[in-house]
């Protein structure tokens, strides 16, 4: 990999450090789903202060729908969550941006955790870090990834990554003090088309069949994991996680255990997270 594509990813001139590989992606979190994030508060916390070297957050939640804060506005939106948790899923609103993103087994959740201590507003260079990630990653299987957003999809945005008009990736960013974190989730394997399901069904519950609300209309063949993109039987979360980290491992990061908060300090953090944003 040429020296100006390392860079467009993992500026190591910037991050002053080698950067870490945590990958707890083995086996799918369950549980409350709001505890990933909140890990990556704090973590983004203690990088931020220099506690922590900038690093790549890996990992999977099995049945986990994840709101955006408008979608918590809609209507019906209570209706809509007891579903879903009726059904085992675990429903929480992030405190970063985007809409309804549903996660299983096949979903990969992969945030880019940097540190910012000269406080810069860099939100379209830092989602085009990720945005070359995946596309240097999805090149294994010969798929070009391209930027941009996609008609009826879920959790639709300006940074979509999509293979021929299909979509397998959202991105958001939350920027906290002296760090900045860059959350993609990734559709490997499975079914997009039955995720988006899931997004239609949240939607025409908590929109109540109101047309002039602000919310996306979902096309599930919009949708695809790259499992069906490189259509590819053996292609599954699992193998897209091998080449994710060979691809981080040859930008120079280094694979490392993940750091241990204090005790207690993600649960309060998930329940501070849930208080704000998620108030019921």
């Known amino acids: 990999m040429q020296h100006q594509e390392r860079n467009g990813i993992f500026d190591l001139s910037k991050t002053g450090q080698p950067f870490r590989i945590w990958d707890r992606s083995a086996v799918p979190m369950e549980g409350d789903v709001l505890k990933p994030f909140a890990y990556e508060e704090w973590l983004g916390r ?40 009726h059904e085992g899923w675990s429903v929480g609103v992030r405190n970063s941006g985007g809409a309804f993103v549903p996660l ?49 999809a879920y959790c639709p945005g300006e940074f979509d990554v999509a293979v021929a008009g299909r979509k ?34 949240f939607y025409a519950i908590a929109g109540g ?36 980290k060979d691809v981080l491992i040859g930008l120079g990061g280094v694979e490392a255990p993940l750091p241990m908060p204090p005790e207690g300090e993600v649960a309060n953090l998930a329940y501070k997270l849930r208080e704000r944003y998620d108030h019921r």
């Open 46 to 85: 203690e990088i931020g202060r220099g506690e922590q070297g900038p690093g790549v957050h890996i990992w999977r939640h099995r049945r986990g729908a994840v709101l955006g804060t408008r979608d918590r506005r809609l209507p019906h939106a209570e209706d809509a969550i007891r579903e879903l948790e």
């Open 104 to 152: 299983d087994d096949g979903v990969v959740n992969v945030t880019l955790l940097m540190p910012n201590s000269d406080g810069r507003m860099e939100h379209r260079a830092d989602f085009l870090r990720m945005v070359r990630l995946l596309s240097v990653t999805l090149s294994a299987w010969e798929l070009h990834a391209e930027a941009g957003e996609i008609a009826g």
């Open 168 to 201: 397998f990736c959202g991105i958001a960013q939350r920027r906290q003090v002296r760090a900045v974190n860059v959350q993609a989730f990734v559709v490997a394997g499975g079914s997009g088309r039955q995720l988006a399901g899931v997004a239609e069904r």
């Open 209 to 244: 069949g109101h047309t002039g609300l602000d919310y996306p209309r979902i096309v599930p063949a919009s949708m695809a994991s790259i499992a069906e993109l490189a259509v590819d039987p053996n292609l599954n979360a699992e193998t897209f996680v091998r080449e994710l």
